[in-house]
Every structure is written in C-alpha cells, then in structure tokens.
C-alpha cells in the first residue's frame, strides 16, 4: 500500500530513537521520549493560494527534517508507523 500526501501535507518516517543512555543503562519503551526527527518518504504538490497558484514544497523526498515534538498524526503504512503533517510542523531539513 502506499500513500501520496495532499496539498502541503508531508508524510515522515520517524527515526529509532536511541534505547541506552551514554552511561549505558537501556531506556524501556514507555519511558522514551517520541522521535522529533525523521525522513521524508513523500510531499504533496503545494499549497493553493486563493488564486489559483500552487506554492512549491520546500522539502522534497529524502529530507531528514526535525519536527516538532506533538507535530503530525500517527498513521500505520503497509506494517509501518509514520507521521503526516503540515510543511510548516516542519522546523529544518537536517544537513
């Protein structure tokens, strides 16, 4: 299954975040902080503007992108978990 993003919504696959602290100790499931980092998987075509132009994404398929903490909403693609949010929940593409 796959799925396109409308308008300027962008669908993230969120990055493992790490499961040992520095000091080694494993952290469990429950305790770990959500992912705010990500890789783009697709975009949508751009905003529509009230004239009838389309505004270009600034993100493109590829990105690594870090979003904000409560961005997006979680939604499950062919087994795995992803994000679809607006372009602008995105705060930086990841050089």
Known sequence: MSLRPLH??????PLEADVK???GI???DTAQEK????KVIAVGTGKRADDGSVTPMDV?????VLYGKWSGTEVKVGGDTMMIMNESDIMGILG
Do not use: H, S, W
């Open 26 to 28: 494993i952290i469990p």
């Open 8 to 13: 300027d919504r962008v669908l993230v696959k």
């Open 35 to 38: 992912p705010q980092e990500g």
């Open 60 to 64: 493109k398929k590829g990105d690594r």
């Open 21 to 23: 602290t520095a000091g």
